[in-house]
């Protein structure tokens, strides 16, 4: 298992690749960054927030617009942990596409930009082009299973 | 402001939908592959036509790089074929040449079964196989009188393949007059609009070296350029802005006024704003005999006696509405690209292109987007956050999780 990179780095790539943006760490415990980007010319600009608690695992949220347009006829956005909280799904949680030693400069980042374009082509269209695998978020199984018991 | 980067996406956006413009793939072939088995039956050694040395080639937009699949999915689709008799006899008439074409095609029963009746121009052969298929076979002649008619007005290049055609609606249909037969330049016009087009041999190499292809193999028809891609953007927005109209601005006006005011423009955005600006400056005004009056004039580039804008003296409301269609088409594009956001482009583009095509658009679009991360070409700068070929850090494969379409 890589070794963690540790919050100072972490703090030190995101000055270096945004710079003015804003960063907030607790030690080597608990990191928050926040910043506006445009991840396409003719995209609009939104505001990434990435919250990281040690052993907890780092979230990135958007945090403006909020909430997220979505496309007609959908009443939840594609590949989001949750709507109303606007918690991205970047990667695949098995711990060998993202873990803690990897810097969020190179990773979460570019990921949620890569989210963002394709989101607002699926605002457009009401579909979702960038990949990925689907998940049933604990709720959906959970509805499942009853449909099962009642049959 | 619009920066470069900003008309360049939306360049990229456009060839998407210049793509769904296209015939596809499969009704291309077919059409190929269908007017060449009539180009074989015309031409076969021991046919009637053989002493005529007949000379088949398509012509109009297929030709031009320029068609653009009907607006409705039940319409169907044409291609113009010419069969040119280069060696007919001094005295054939009008009608004689448009028979013997038409008797060739009948001597094959399955051609005899799929011809529709006569038209006053050409004969049509319906495809029957569902796929709204007609080829309109042209029955021509070389113009005896080319040289002395244009020698002094255009280039050689333009008007050696000046062509009469038949009409058996006109008087002289039964004159071996060439003099008084109609006149018809396909090959010359063609030539003439890839004059216009300075990179046009380069794309033809581009095109050669991408499908490992002799450049030899690569007809003139299968180069897109962004002239090319800007008329089929351009005979789209008139086909939705008039639908069935027939005061609506005709198609050999757009593309002749777009061809003369294009300035070699790389970018398919560049291209639309710069021919709608000044197409409008290359209408000429010349007296007209027939009118005895002075009208406006868009002058046949290869026939300078020739107005494709001749129906606009008796049918005013066409100029006006060629001139209404250059203003909205313009704001249209121009209001698009100052969007914010790919769902809000794609809401203003689908009022004037139709929700289909645009949708369908952006899902390729956003398939290519994913295809460029897939192969490691996308990155991020720094700062903005944008994605592109070029930028700090290259976006690493993942893969996101969670319901696809909310």
């Not at chain 1, 804003?22 to 415990?29: A, F, H, I, L, P």
């Not at chain 2, 291309?28 to 031409?43: C, H, M, P, T």
């Not at chain 2, 006024?257 to 197409?279: F, H, S, T």
């Not at chain 2, 250059?326 to 292109?353: C, V």
Request: charged share 25%; hydrophobic share 35%.
């Amino acid at each position: 298992m890589a070794k963690r990179a540790s919050l100072i780095l972490q703090e030190g790539t995101l000055k270096s690749y945004f710079p003015g943006c804003s960063v907030n760490r607790k030690g080597e415990n608990e990191i928050t960054w926040v910043h506006t980007i445009t991840p396409s010319p003719l995209s609009g600009s939104y505001t990434l927030k990435i919250h990281y608690v040690k052993n907890k695992g780092a979230n990135v949220y958007v945090v403006n617009p909020k909430p997220l347009l979505l496309a007609s006829g959908k009443t939840k956005l594609p590949h989001v942990y949750s709507t109303p909280e606007q918690k991205l799904c970047l990667y695949f949680p098995d711990g060998k596409e993202w873990n803690t030693s990897m810097l969020y400069v190179q990773t979460l980042i570019p990921w949620a930009c890569e989210w963002l374009v394709h989101y607002e082509i699926w605002a457009g269209t009401g579909n979702w082009r960038g990949g990925g695998i689907e998940h049933e978020t604990k709720a959906e199984k959970q509805e499942e299973k009853q449909t099962e018991i009642n049959k | 402001m619009i920066t470069e980067a900003i008309k360049n996406q939306f360049n990229d956006i456009l060839q998407h939908f210049t793509q769904t413009l296209d015939l596809t793939d499969t009704q291309i072939n077919d059409a190929v592959s269908r007017y060449e088995a009539v180009g074989k039956w015309l031409q076969k050694e021991g046919s009637p036509l053989t002493s005529y040395a007949p000379e088949i080639f398509p012509q109009g937009s297929f030709l031009l790089g320029t068609m653009i699949k009907p607006l409705k999915e039940h319409e169907t689709y044409d291609i113009d074929l010419v069969c040119n008799l280069t060696k007919s006899p001094e005295a054939f008439t009008q009608e004689n040449v448009k028979k013997s074409v038409g008797n060739r095609l009948k001597d094959n029963d399955d051609y005899k079964r799929m011809l529709l009746p006569e038209n006053q121009f050409c004969w049509t052969l319906k495809y029957s196989d569902g796929s709204k298929f007609l080829m309109d076979i042209i029955p021509a002649i070389p113009d005896s009188l080319r040289q002395k008619l244009y020698e002094n007005l255009v280039d050689i290049s333009l008007w050696k393949n000046a062509l009469r055609t038949t009409d058996n609606e006109s008087d002289n249909y039964h004159s071996f007059d060439h003099s008084k037969w109609p006149k018809a330049n396909p090959i010359g016009y063609a030539e003439w609009f890839k004059q216009q087009i300075k990179t046009f041999e380069n794309q033809r190499r581009i095109l050669a070296e991408s499908k490992q292809l002799p450049i030899e193999e690569v007809p003139d028809w299968r180069i897109k350029t962004p002239l090319q891609r800007a008329i089929q953007i351009l005979k789209r927005h008139r086909d939705i802005m008039f639908e069935e109209d027939d005061n609506k601005p005709v198609s050999i006006i757009i593309t002749t006024l777009a061809a003369r005011a294009y300035d070699q423009e790389n970018n398919i955005y560049d291209a639309l704003i710069n021919v709608l600006d000044n197409m409008a400056s290359h209408i000429k005004e010349k007296y007209c005999e027939k009118h005895q009056k002075v009208i406006r004039w868009v002058e046949n580039p290869v026939n300078p006696e020739e107005n494709f804008a001749d129906m606009w003296a008796e049918y005013p409301i066409r100029e006006t509405n060629f001139h209404k269609w250059l203003t909205k088409a313009k704001e249209d594009i121009t209001r698009a690209i100052q969007e914010t956001g790919l769902n809000k482009i794609q809401e203003s583009l689908e009022e004037s292109f139709g929700k289909k095509d645009i949708t369908k658009t952006f899902a390729t679009y956003g398939d290519s987007l994913l295809k460029q991360r897939e192969s490691g070409n996308m990155k991020m700068a720094a700062g903005t956050g944008l994605l592109s070929t070029t930028g700090r850090t290259t976006v690493k494969q993942h893969q996101n999780f969670g319901k696809k379409n909310g």
